[in-house]
T-cell receptor, first 117, second 114 residues
């Protein structure tokens, strides 16, 4: 069965510093995708970044980058130059591409990031 | 443009009562997903719609849970005879088509069962 593990319940970072949020996954499917979502206290889920299993390069979106290490089955999120507005819950998720072609997302338990001034 | 909307934003009910949660996906999005998020946890998949049919109901936790979608638009998640363990945030997401990677989430409905 597919599984996402986020081992850091909480992380602290100083404003303007970089922070890495860990995510490991388990799947036997050769084709999969990995997502990171941000959930502020308001509750909405905000898509940050996506990495496909066949992508040769690590995904980047502005201050977000995904450190994809396929052999180690890890997909860590790196946030550079942290801002106070980055304080939120962060979820790693894996796309389970099923025979019907749709994408059921399997989520980790999340990491709560607090950015200090 | 308009995103995914859900109503009500909050629902408090008594144990044993039925509740209906509504989701309006982004116009033109054919794929629709329901997830549940218990306090302090990640999201759990409940059900997937492609158009008006639900090919995957595998995440529904019991037969007290059901969902329907009409007109390839609005979806309703119904929980009958609510229990305290049903208390959670119920999130709806839509995507342009069944194979599209990105799912756009609504703000969720916070359900509290007393």
């Amino acid at each position: 069965a597919q599984k996402i593990t986020q081992t850091q319940p909480g992380m602290f970072v100083q404003e303007k510093e970089a922070v890495t949020l860990d995510c490991t996954y388990d799947t036997s499917d050769p084709s999969y995708g990995l997502f990171w979502y941000k959930q502020p206290s308001s509750g909405e889920m905000i898509f940050l970044i996506y990495q496909g299993s066949y992508d040769q390069q690590n995904a980047t979106e502005g201050r977000y980058s995904l450190n994809f290490q396929k052999a180690r089955k890890s997909a860590n999120l790196v946030i550079s130059a942290s801002q106070l507005g980055d304080s939120a819950m962060y979820f790693c998720a894996m796309r389970e591409a099923l025979l019907g072609g749709y994408n059921k997302l399997i989520f980790g338990a999340g990491t709560r990031l607090a950015v200090h001034p | 443009g308009a995103g995914v909307s859900q109503s009500p934003s909050n629902k408090v009910t008594e144990k044993g009562k039925d509740v209906e949660l509504r989701c309006d996906p982004i116009s033109g999005h054919t794929a629709l997903y329901w997830y549940r998020q218990r306090l302090g946890q990640g999201l759990e998949f409940l059900i997937y719609f492609q158009g008006n049919s639900a090919p995957d109901k595998s995440g529904l936790p019991s037969d007290r849970f059901s969902a329907e979608r009409t007109g390839e638009s609005v979806s309703t998640l119904t929980i009958q005879r609510t229990q305290q363990e049903d208390s959670a945030v119920y999130l709806c997401a839509s995507s342009l088509q069944e194979g599209a990677f990105e799912q756009f989430f609504g703000p969720g409905t916070r359900l509290t069962v007393l």
